[in-house]
């Protein structure tokens, strides 16, 4: 009988420098280490998985064990089973398959609910068929998994709200201003925060982008970099009656932008909303600018504490994507049973077809019959034989709650018609 | 008749419903359904309670009262879609501002609001309008003069200058919070020359009907 297993290693059992070690760095590399399993011939189907929180590789082989997957392993990396197998997890059967599911789901993330994971799934996946390590058995786990993925991600809010400052802060934006694409963003400061944040907003559409710097060169080189226009820093508050999104993250100690400046501005803009964000510690904006009419002020305590509650949130979903994730397994692990009975059920009807055929020689030798009478008595027997077997073979391929009663019946039914063991 | 005035208030849900499907897609709305939902059925129970208003005299002048009271209701419609997409925004506006987002993940973005309630004040003013100059031009040519000392119509004009001051800010630049904030009072004058008048000094075809009498 195939048996699968996995051995791996994740953020959670391994550090970084025991995860180089097995990774495969780039598909050269991958394909290369499929093409020798395969010629080795060890496992019948291997799919390899690896991307930066983790390596695995899953097997399909009658001789499945951790031993088998650690030389390996071996073979592949040079790394011995000593020197890696207290980081390592080896699963089979069921519990592979859960695992395979728990992470297609995005649940063994280091950031649960990262959409990435399922992408690198269905890339391994397809570098292992272009190999040929892939055979049915994969194939199915897999397109499953696949399924599972994306059933978790669409019935659950696993992964709802952005839980990056970054990201939270042009959700907000989008919760302000719906389309970003027409606003106006002054980036003030040219940090590192500044570029990260305006990259961000560049990708959701916002066109325009005004950076000012206190430094004038540095502010230049922020601008070419993502494409927006230099202005001096002395003009910001003029601007203010045009930005949509103000971006401040400076390294000033005393704040630079006050209620009174954007009060001022405030006339001007008729009403429309005005997005602050105020990345920098200490705070480059007076808080009080919140209260004004229209404004709405974020400071990097604010954001975090929004992504907070977006990654409690994804934890609380992340419970119900288990109980997901449990039917799931239960059903492919019936699926998976039921192969177990397919070799009782192909001899059961080889037994039942050899005997119907000599009945039938027997029967036409000592009669004459044309043509056409032959295949009536033909029809009659087979049609026979179908129906004697037909509640049999319902009940067997309904066995497949557990192994033991799919294992006992099969050898039951061997039993009683007399079929050789496998 | 087109518009049995018994069910006025349930063809107002139905015209409510019909502008904002119309809009639906054209504002990319999300979250906004529910409300609009809950205004229709608010006005179809309404339009179960008696009205005492005289289907025979409206039937006197078929083309008179069928476009002047759907060319009002349209217009109410307009109004009544501004009135929920403001108080949808101010709603909205307060939980960004206190950073409680919570629930607010449902609802469409400020900007989709403020853009349905310009939407509904063009579509409501623009209906509104001839609405109430036809209903001007039928009293004039049955009655031979304006019904000024009817509380509904003096309301009536009231509202439509209210929001003929709140269209000319529109135009001229008003956004946000201070437009959502005059679209609900707006409302609230329009609902009272509405309803609440009908209450005070009884119908406004029962007026009609006395002066033409007289």
């Given at each position: 009988?195939?048996?699968?297993?996995?051995?791996?290693?994740?953020?959670?059992?391994?550090?970084?420098?025991?995860?180089?070690?097995?990774?495969?760095?780039?598909?050269?590399?991958?394909?290369?280490?499929?093409?020798?399993?395969?010629?080795?011939?060890?496992?019948?189907?291997?799919?390899?998985?690896?991307?930066?929180?983790?390596?695995?590789?899953?097997?399909?082989?009658?001789?499945?064990?951790?031993?088998?997957?650690?030389?390996?392993?071996?073979?592949?990396?040079?790394?011995?089973?000593?020197?890696?197998?207290?980081?390592?997890?080896?699963?089979?059967?069921?519990?592979?398959?859960?695992?395979?599911?728990?992470?297609?789901?995005?649940?063994?993330?280091?950031?649960?609910?990262?959409?990435?994971?399922?992408?690198q799934l269905k890339e391994a996946y397809e570098v292992a068929l272009e190999e040929g390590t892939v055979g049915f058995f994969l194939h199915r786990l897999f397109q499953r998994a696949f399924?599972?993925?994306?059933?978790?991600?669409?019935?659950?809010?696993?992964?709802?709200?952005?839980?990056?400052?970054?990201?939270?802060?042009?959700?907000?934006?989008?919760?302000?201003?719906?389309?970003?694409?027409?606003?106006?963003?002054?980036?003030?400061?040219?940090?590192?925060?500044?570029?990260?944040?305006?990259?961000?907003?560049?990708?959701?559409?916002?066109?325009?982008?005004?950076?000012?710097?206190?430094?004038?060169?540095?502010?230049?080189?922020?601008?070419?970099?993502?494409?927006?226009?230099?202005?001096?820093?002395?003009?910001?508050?003029?601007?203010?009656?045009?930005?949509?999104?103000?971006?401040?993250?400076?390294?000033?100690?005393?704040?630079?932008?006050?209620?009174?400046?954007?009060?001022?501005?405030?006339?001007?803009?008729?009403g429309k909303p005005l997005f602050i964000i105020d990345l920098a510690v200490p705070r480059d904006v007076e808080p009080e600018v919140n209260e004004l009419d229209g404004v709405f002020l974020?400071?990097?305590?604010?954001?975090?504490?929004?992504?907070?509650?977006?990654?409690?949130?994804?934890?609380?979903?992340?419970?119900?994507?288990?109980?997901?994730?449990?039917?799931?397994?239960?059903?492919?692990?019936?699926?998976?049973?039921?192969?177990?009975?397919?070799?009782?059920?192909?001899?059961?009807?080889?037994?039942?077809?050899?005997?119907?055929?000599?009945?039938?020689?027997?029967?036409?030798?000592?009669?004459?019959?044309?043509?056409?009478?032959?295949?009536?008595?033909?029809?009659?027997?087979?049609?026979?034989?179908?129906?004697?077997?037909?509640?049999?073979?319902?009940?067997?391929?309904?066995?497949?709650?557990?192994?033991?009663?799919?294992?006992?019946?099969?050898?039951?039914?061997?039993?009683?018609?007399?079929?050789?063991?496998? | 008749?087109?518009?049995?005035?018994?069910?006025?208030?349930?063809?107002?849900?139905?015209?409510?419903?019909?502008?904002?499907?119309?809009?639906?897609?054209?504002?990319?709305?999300?979250?906004?359904?529910?409300?609009?939902?809950?205004?229709?059925?608010?006005?179809?129970?309404?339009?179960?309670?008696?009205?005492?208003?005289?289907?025979?005299?409206?039937?006197?002048?078929?083309?008179?009262?069928?476009?002047?009271?759907?060319?009002?209701?349209?217009?109410?419609?307009?109004?009544?879609?501004?009135?929920?997409?403001?108080?949808?925004?101010?709603?909205?506006?307060?939980?960004?501002?206190?950073?409680?987002?919570?629930?607010?993940?449902?609802?469409?973005?400020?900007?989709?609001?403020?853009?349905?309630?310009?939407?509904?004040?063009?579509?409501?003013?623009?209906?509104?309008?001839?609405?109430?100059?036809?209903?001007?031009?039928?009293?004039?040519?049955?009655?031979?003069?304006?019904?000024?000392?009817?509380?509904?119509v003096l309301l009536s004009m009231l509202s439509w200058l209210y929001y003929s001051l709140l269209i000319w800010g529109r135009v001229s630049g008003w956004r946000g919070k201070r437009v959502?904030?005059?679209?609900?009072?707006?409302?609230?004058?329009?609902?009272?020359?509405?309803?609440?008048?009908?209450?005070?000094?009884?119908?406004?075809?029962?007026?009609?009907?006395?002066?033409?009498?007289?």
């Open positions: 009988m195939r048996e699968i297993g996995l051995l791996g290693l994740n953020h959670k059992s391994a550090p970084l420098e025991i995860r180089e070690k097995l990774a495969f760095v780039n598909l050269k590399e991958l394909k290369k280490a499929l093409s020798l399993l395969k010629r080795d011939r060890i496992l019948k189907e291997v799919l390899i998985l690896s991307t930066c929180n983790r390596v695995e590789l899953y097997a399909v082989s009658s001789r499945i064990s951790d031993i088998l997957l650690f030389e390996v392993f071996e073979k592949l990396k040079g790394v011995s089973s000593e020197e890696i197998s207290p980081f390592c997890y080896f699963k089979v059967g069921q519990e592979a398959v859960r695992h395979l599911f728990i992470v297609a789901s995005s649940l063994d993330s280091m950031v649960i609910g990262e959409p990435q994971i399922l992408g399924f599972v993925g994306k059933k978790v991600r669409r019935e659950t809010g696993i992964g709802d709200g952005a839980i990056s400052v970054s990201y939270v802060a042009v959700e907000l934006a989008r919760k302000i201003f719906g389309d970003l694409e027409n606003k106006r963003i002054i980036i003030v400061g040219a940090g590192e925060m500044c570029e990260l944040a305006a990259r961000h907003f560049r990708s959701h559409g916002v066109k325009e982008i005004m950076v000012a710097n206190r430094t004038w060169q540095r502010g230049v080189e922020l601008a070419s970099k993502i494409g927006g226009t230099p202005i001096p820093f002395e003009e910001i508050k003029e601007r203010f009656k045009e930005a949509d999104i103000i971006l401040s993250s400076t390294g000033a100690s005393r704040p630079l932008i006050f209620k009174e400046d954007v009060k001022k501005a405030l006339k001007y803009r008729k974020y400071d990097i305590d604010d954001l975090k504490q929004v992504a907070q509650e977006h990654a409690n949130n994804r934890l609380n979903e992340a419970e119900r994507a288990k109980e997901l994730v449990e039917e799931e397994v239960e059903k492919f692990m019936s699926w998976y049973r039921s192969l177990e009975i397919v070799p009782t059920i192909k001899d059961l009807r080889e037994w039942a077809e050899a005997l119907r055929k000599s009945e039938m020689e027997r029967v036409l030798r000592g009669l004459s019959l044309d043509e056409r009478e032959k295949q009536k008595v033909e029809l009659l027997s087979k049609r026979l034989m179908n129906k004697f077997l037909h509640p049999l073979l319902v009940f067997l391929k309904g066995q497949t709650r557990d192994e033991d009663s799919v294992k006992e019946y099969s050898e039951l039914i061997r039993c009683i018609f007399g079929l050789e063991d496998q | 008749m087109l518009f049995e005035p018994k069910k006025t208030s349930w063809n107002l849900g139905l015209i409510l419903g019909g502008l904002y499907l119309f809009l639906k897609g054209k504002l990319k709305l999300k979250g906004f359904g529910g409300i609009i939902a809950l205004f229709a059925f608010i006005l179809t129970v309404l339009s179960y309670f008696p009205d005492s208003l005289d289907i025979k005299e409206l039937a006197l002048h078929p083309v008179w009262s069928s476009s002047h009271v759907l060319l009002c209701f349209i217009g109410i419609g307009g109004f009544s879609l501004s009135f929920s997409a403001g108080l949808i925004y101010l709603l909205e506006e307060e939980k960004i501002k206190n950073k409680k987002l919570g629930a607010s993940k449902l609802l469409p973005s400020l900007d989709a609001l403020d853009r349905l309630n310009h939407y509904g004040l063009f579509i409501g003013f623009s209906s509104f309008t001839p609405g109430i100059i036809l209903g001007g031009l039928w009293a004039l040519s049955v009655l031979g003069k304006l019904p000024w000392e009817e509380p509904k959502a904030r005059l679209s609900i009072i707006g409302f609230g004058i329009l609902m009272v020359s509405y309803l609440g008048v009908n209450f005070l000094s009884g119908s406004h075809l029962s007026h009609f009907i006395q002066t033409r009498l007289q």
